[in-house]
Each structure stands twice: as C-alpha cells, then as structure tokens.
C-alpha cells in the first residue's frame, strides 16, 4: 500500500506547481484555472466568505481563491507542505496556514481563527483515505460546521469509472491507482444523508479538466 504522507512530502519538495498539487507534470495551467472556476461556482464564493481548505498542500489553489473571499484558512497533514506553503502565501494577507490532519478536523472547533467560516473546501483528499476514516472525516466535518455552511469535495474517483480508467494507466502508475480509494456516489450520498448533512450534490468536473474523465465532485449542505 502507499505511503501517502511519504508522498506528500515528496511533492513538497518538486519545483512544478502541479506536481506539488499532485495533479502530475501533464496539468496544465488552463485546466487549473478551470478547477478554480469549478471551485468557485460550486461554492458562490463572494467576498464577505470565510473559507477552510482542508488539504490544500502547498497553497496553490487558496492563492488563487484569495481574491474572491475575505480570508482563507489553509490546513495539511504533511509538515513539509506547510512549510512550503507558509514560504509561498506570504505575500497574500488573507492566508493563514495550519497544520492539522483532516482526519481530526474537529478540532478546529471553537478556535478564534475559525470563527465566521462558512465555506469549506476539500480538494481531492478522500482518495487517499479509507471508507472508515471518510464516516470520520463527515462527522468531523458536520460537528465543525455551522448550519447552513457548504463543503465542495473536488476529484472524487468514480467507482464505476474505474475499469475504464485502468484501461489507460500505464504500467508504472498503475500501483497507486489501484491504491487510492474509488467511491460509489450512491454510497457516498447515504453516508452523507446518515451523518444528517440537509443535501447531497453530486456535481459533474468540466469536461476540459482530465479528471472529469473518471471522477466527480459533491457538495454537501449543513
């Protein structure tokens, strides 16, 4: 199996912005800026909002979102992302960086810096946990939030997707493909509704991004 925090701090480490994103040298700068519109629509972001990116790695996607909120809270499990990311948000006044695993996010709860947090972003960060810590991740979540705040769960691999997929893996990557996690969306959804989170969306990825190609996005509402 992977070793995924040994990855991490791999990436945060490389000097291409994407391969730190783990989005691979193949990500281009278009298809990011078309994740960030996908971001952006999926939350309504608006200036007076108050985001936690849980998992933002080394700080390339909140740089980018800065301009649409008032302020950004960016959390990662790797101490080696935090580092990079500390060095490369300096320069943006609303971005402040902690270090917490999402797996505990709870305990976040009732910090000054969280206070008038509304929005919540997980980019592509369930993959690389199991179904057990996913129940725990949304009940940490649900506990964290407010009534009314939305969470946008980005690239998601689409369990039904998946053969289709690792008919294009080459040999070489294939490993980690098999060892990320693949979701039913269905499955997803009753988890989601079981926790008590008042709606479930799952949302299509703009078909010029990769991904859209074998995952999915999803939206849930306090």
């Known amino acids: 199996m992977a070793d995924w925090l040994y990855l991490w701090n791999q990436k945060a480490n490389t000097e291409n912005y994407f391969t730190q994103t783990g989005r691979g040298n193949s990500f281009t700068m278009y298809q990011f800026l078309l994740y960030i519109q996908d971001v952006n629509n999926a939350l309504n ?69 969280m206070q008038g947090v509304n929005k919540y972003l997980i980019g592509s960060v369930l993959q690389y946990l199991n179904k057990e810590d996913i129940i725990k991740v949304m009940q940490g979540l649900y506990y964290t939030m407010e009534y009314g705040n939305i969470c946008l769960f980005t690239h998601n691999p689409d369990l039904h997707k998946r053969p289709f997929h690792l008919a294009t893996v080459p040999p070489e990557s294939m490993q980690m493909e098999v060892d990320r996690l693949w979701f039913d969306p269905d499955e997803i959804y009753d988890i989601a509704m079981d926790i008590g989170f008042r709606i479930c969306k799952i949302l299509p990825i703009n078909p010029l991004i990769w991904q859209s190609g074998h995952m999915f996005d999803m939206v849930l509402t306090k």
Request: hydrophobic share 45%.
């Open 45 to 113: 972001l608006c200036k007076t909002d108050r985001l936690l990116d849980i998992g933002g790695g080394p700080g390339w996607v909140a740089m980018h979102l800065s301009p649409f909120v008032d302020s950004i809270i960016m959390t990662d499990f790797s101490v080696e992302m935090v580092e990079r990311a500390r060095g490369q948000v300096r320069a943006f006044g609303n971005i402040k960086i902690l270090q917490q695993d999402i797996i505990d996010i709870q305990k976040l709860t009732g910090l000054k810096i």
